[in-house]
């Protein structure tokens, strides 16, 4: 057993996610109320990771989710194969009018001292329709699978997705898969269908069966309701108050073996300070911190994540886990869109202290 985790030494998939897909429309640096032209980016926290693994880490992973049949959804459906991911699909029909429908989100970049914008339109939304029953765990786990991901971005969706994740975790611990978490606190979801009070409830739940949580103290606070310090609006890179949180989160989930987040320091929308810490297995550690000229901060933490994960579902030691999963977020804001445009290979290099020179 390594990292206080039973990591199976082979399956079918590497890596498999329950989440919601998504479209996000960008119109880049320009806002909303003057853009004229939009980019498509296919996201989902959950999808992000298996993404991020399988196109840059070269793992092989699945999504369970669910698919409207109409043209965003073969839009979507297209992408998820180009990123290498195999799909679970539960499928609706859309009925030409008001869905089921796939999620949009919208987010401009920002610039500079103006901070970027998000909002949604999850009206009729597929995924959250998800519930138990919607899909055959033991199939989908039967040819083994090593590790499983969700997190509380599906979970905020409705009142069905968290009890899916908790069949599915359930199910997953039963087939011998470690179950990773990712709080990803979302105000703005929870406030459509009960608010923090609720969040705590479901979320508290679905932790009781994970093995690894990617959460900040604001998630750790808001998701779990775990006390800590004051929030501020900017991350710290100093790790102190973080890891002061720990004893509490192990106190009330004592099964948690790793315990990860990323550390941000916003100077503006394009510069921030980055850094990453983890508790795994008793110990602390801590990454290198550097100053990131930022294109795009979405799923930035996504790709920290999955960096991790690959890290540990590989067997590297925990201080080079957490050094490719803060080397693969950094490079993430470099590109646009949710998902990876790195290779494992620019990863390594900037783990190990690489730097932008041209490479020839």
């Known amino acids: 057993m390594t990292y206080g985790l039973d990591i199976r030494e082979d399956g079918a998939l590497d890596l498999l996610s329950l989440g919601a897909l998504i479209h996000r429309l ?13 980019r498509i980016h296919v996201s989902g926290g ?27 959804g073969a839009l979507i459906r297209e992408r998820v194969r180009a990123m290498g991911v195999k799909a679970f699909y539960k499928h609706f029909e859309h009925n030409g009018v008001d869905g089921p ?56 969706l409705s009142e069905t997705t968290g009890e899916l994740i908790i069949e599915a975790m359930q199910a997953a611990q039963a087939a011998g898969a470690v179950t990773s978490f990712d709080l990803n606190y979302r105000g703005k979801l929870w406030g459509v269908w009960g608010g923090q009070d609720r969040a705590v409830s479901v979320l508290s739940r ?8 990617v959460g900040n103290e604001e998630d750790l606070q808001m998701g779990l309701g775990i006390p800590g310090p004051e929030i501020t609006a900017e991350s710290e890179l100093d790790p102190s108050i973080f890891v002061g949180m720990i004893d509490r989160v192990i106190g009330k989930y004592p099964d948690v073996k790793v315990v990860a987040t990323t550390l941000r320091e916003v100077h503006s929308t394009n510069r921030h300070g980055w850094g990453a810490v983890a508790w ?77 020179r041209i490479q020839r």
């Open 26 to 38: 960008d119109p880049g640096v320009i806002p909303f109320r003057k853009a004229s032209e939009c």
């Open 46 to 72: 959950e999808f992000n990771v298996a993404a991020n693994l399988a196109d840059c880490f070269r793992l092989r992973t699945g999504i369970a989710t669910a698919m409207a049949d109409y043209p965003i």
């Open 101 to 156: 429908n796939m999620a949009t989100v919208y987010s401009d970049r920002g610039y500079g001292v103006r901070p970027p914008v998000v909002f949604y339109n999850r009206a009729s939304e597929a995924g959250a329709l998800l519930k138990p029953g919607d899909f055959d765990w033991d199939g989908i786990f039967a040819d083994g699978v090593r590790w499983f991901h969700s997190g509380g971005i599906f979970a905020a």
């Open 206 to 213: 679905i932790v009781e069966h994970v093995d690894v949580i």
């Open 280 to 356: 795994i297995d008793g110990e602390t550690y801590v990454s290198p911190t550097c100053e990131l000229p930022v294109y795009d901060r979405v799923g930035g933490g996504d790709g920290f994540a999955s960096g991790l994960f690959y890290g540990l579902l590989t067997g590297e030691p925990e201080e080079e886990a957490l050094r490719l999963g803060w080397a693969h977020g950094a490079l993430l804001t470099s590109f646009p869109g949710d998902t990876t445009m790195a290779t494992v290979e620019q990863v390594r290099a900037f783990a190990e202290g690489g730097s932008a």
